[in-house]
């Protein structure tokens, strides 16, 4: 259960930032209203998000496919998504958000509990159908 939770957290991160990527590519920094970067730097900082929303595709079809290699991917993207908030948040708003700095980390604090627990069921061994 805690690997289709995680599963399910990832591909919302994907959604929000994969859309988020989207929008900086197609407007450049004019979609968060920054004059801080140019629209190449803008577009930049797009690909990034749409990136970390392609892995955490990746890392939640692995874990439930019940693979390992989905939790080291979530664990993975789970960390450059902070890491990717904070340089966006920085670059765009010249610093990052309060707000959202702490909900990425709530957010990957708790994905990254759920990987481990799954992991540590071996609820990610794909040779054992029960699971926990």
């Known amino acids: 259960m805690t690997r289709i939770l995680a599963a399910v957290l990832l ?17 450049g920094p004019a979609a968060v209203d920054s004059d ?54 920085y670059l765009l708003l010249g610093r990052p958000g309060a707000g959202g700095t702490v909900a990425n980390l709530i957010a990957a604090v708790g994905i990254v509990a759920l990987v481990l627990l799954a992991r540590r069921s071996g609820d990610l061994d794909a040779s054992n159908p029960q699971g926990s």
Do not use: M
């Open 11 to 27: 591909l919302l991160l994907a959604v929000v930032r994969a859309a988020g990527g989207v929008v900086l590519i197609l407007r």
């Open 36 to 89: 801080l970067v140019g629209p190449g730097i803008g577009r930049v900082l797009g690909l990034g998000l749409l990136a970390v929303g392609v892995l955490a595709i990746a890392a939640a079809v692995g874990l439930l496919r019940r693979r390992r290699w989905g939790g080291a991917v979530a664990i993975a993207t789970t960390l450059l998504f902070v890491i990717d908030g904070a340089i966006n948040g």
